[in-house]
């Protein structure tokens, strides 16, 4: 019998699982998915906006994987530097499979970046969606403007939740803290911007438009930055995602009549930041260098600079892989080297070593496009079966986690946690709210 390990329990983590058990070839493969959070799912629970309630039910697929018979779900146990290392694991598993994401988010490289004030969006969200290890909520303390950089979905949707008033929040699961302040927040005015145009914005045209369908915030473009994107005014030979981006920016540029709505976003194009500027020790707005198309994709700057005020500052530009002690990295990629799947270990395959998802690709894509990601790693993995299964590992891996000093939660200390935020919401006159700390969670998965 094949046992395997996958780390990582986010939808490319689920996926593989489900590759592989749910194929013939290799009949009776048995597969733990581990986790270092106790709680499964990924992004899907920690990275997707709480008001986007249809693609975070998708943790209800997940769920189903999961609960199959030969597929465990093992949590609380981490892999790398402070957990179980890679050759350990082999000890316990004929091949592990690591989905470990890329939760390093990109920086700027532009003075002040580091100024009180100023965030990732990755950390912004990570208070907003409960995660155990979120920093201390003071991201809309005393802000009157926010400049959110980045014109991809992760800045739509911190630009939405920024504009979204209480009682939009109200019926989500957001952590009662973070509830309270964006309730209070005084945030009136944010700014969505990006250093190229309009067709070339990496959002979705579904989350662009929600962002002008909303109760108390109206959507600003500026007619200039628009007229500095050649393909504005004739977009026919765009991609079929571009061109309905830019044909949602036009409506908003055409848009006539005071919109009496009391807060606003306002989406800005060609501006690249040089400097997050300071006042009193503090993020006070960014300087943007105005850039123009360079006619081979890309943009160059003018020399021409503007200041957009807020003191609140959220970076959204992308993610990067982060290393894992034991693995092979290439840096310049910030992805594990492969061959369809399998570790590369100074060029060459390694036994029972296999990878999937951003940290296998970089991080691109939507959640979907892990399922043929997941399904080429499960093929190599499966191809490899014959001369994995003759490796001897041990019988029983949880005793062995146990005895080695991990207290792994399982399926049913999630289902636990579960009914105790499902508790915690009824308490608060609300739906399911997130229990946002270590403490909590392995509390309530009586890991106390």
Same mark, same amino acid.
């Given at each position: ?26 009949? @009776?493969? =048995?597969?733990?998915?581990?986790? &270092? $959070?106790?709680?499964? *799912?990924?992004? !899907?629970? /920690?990275? #997707? ?30 892999? @790398?530097? =402070?957990?179980?290392?890679?050759? &350990? $694991?082999?000890?316990? *598993?004929?091949? !592990?499979? /690591?989905? #470990? ?39 809309? $303390? ?5 400049? !959110? ?24 699961d957001v952590p009662e803290t973070a509830l309270g302040a964006l309730a209070a927040s005084r945030v009136r005015e944010v700014h969505m911007v990006g250093r190229r145009g309009p067709s070339q914005a990496k959002f979705t045209t579904k989350e662009l438009r929600e962002l002008g369908a909303m109760p108390r915030a109206r959507v600003e473009v500026e007619p200039s930055d628009l007229a500095l994107d050649p393909a504005y005014t004739d977009p026919a030979g765009l991609p079929a995602v571009n061109r309905r981006n830019v044909e949602v920016v036009r409506a908003w540029a055409g848009a006539t009549g005071r919109d009496p709505r009391e807060r606003v976003i306002r989406v800005r194009f060609f501006l690249r930041p040089v400097e997050v500027l300071e006042r009193d020790g503090r993020a006070a707005g960014v300087r943007f260098e ?159």
């Amino acid at each position: 019998m094949l046992r395997v390990a996958v780390v990582g329990s986010g939808p490319s983590g689920v996926y593989t699982a489900q590759s592989l058990v749910e194929q013939t070839a290799v009949p @009776g493969v =048995r597969v733990h998915v581990l986790d &270092r $959070l106790p709680c499964p *799912y990924g992004l !899907v629970r /920690y990275g #997707v906006a709480p008001d986007h309630e249809k693609i975070k039910s998708l943790q209800n697929n997940l769920r189903t994987v999961l609960e199959h018979e030969r597929i465990g779900f093992v949590g609380n146990v981490e892999v @790398g530097a =402070r957990g179980l290392t890679p050759e &350990r $694991l082999l000890e316990l *598993y004929h091949a !592990v499979v /690591y989905c #470990v994401g890329a939760a390093r988010d990109r920086r700027l490289d532009v003075p002040g970046e580091d100024l009180p004030g100023s965030y990732s969006a990755t950390e912004f969200v990570s208070w907003y969606s409960a995660h155990p290890d979120a920093v201390a909520g003071g991201f809309v $303390l005393g802000a009157r403007s926010a400049v !959110v950089i980045g014109v991809g979905n992760v800045a739509v949707d911190v630009a939405r939740i920024l504009a979204r008033g209480p009682e939009e929040l109200h019926p989500t699961d957001v952590p009662e803290t973070a509830l309270g302040a964006l309730a209070a927040s005084r945030v009136r005015e944010v700014h969505m911007v990006g250093r190229r145009g309009p067709s070339q914005a990496k959002f979705t045209t579904k989350e662009l438009r929600e962002l002008g369908a909303m109760p108390r915030a109206r959507v600003e473009v500026e007619p200039s930055d628009l007229a500095l994107d050649p393909a504005y005014t004739d977009p026919a030979g765009l991609p079929a995602v571009n061109r309905r981006n830019v044909e949602v920016v036009r409506a908003w540029a055409g848009a006539t009549g005071r919109d009496p709505r009391e807060r606003v976003i306002r989406v800005r194009f060609f501006l690249r930041p040089v400097e997050v500027l300071e006042r009193d020790g503090r993020a006070a707005g960014v300087r943007f260098e105005r850039t123009v198309p360079d006619g081979a994709g890309g943009v160059r700057g003018t020399g021409a600079y503007e200041d957009v005020e807020g003191q609140l500052v959220l970076r959204a530009v992308g993610y990067r892989g982060v290393p894992l002690e034991g693995l092979p990295f290439d840096a310049a990629r910030g992805t594990v080297p492969h061959a369809a799947g399998r570790v590369l270990r100074d060029g060459r395959p390694s036994q029972g070593e296999y990878v999937a998802g951003w940290i296998k690709r970089g991080p691109t894509g939507v959640i979907g496009t892990n399922r043929p990601c997941a399904k080429e790693t499960a093929g190599s993995l499966l191809a490899d079966a014959p001369a994995l299964a003759r490796r001897a590992v041990a019988e029983d891996p949880l005793a062995t986690l146990r005895t080695w000093g991990h207290r792994p939660v399982e399926w049913p200390g999630w289902l636990s946690i579960e009914e105790a935020e499902s508790a915690l919401g009824h308490t608060l006159g609300r739906g399911s709210v997130k229990i946002p700390d270590w403490s909590g969670l392995l509390a309530a998965a009586g890991q106390d």
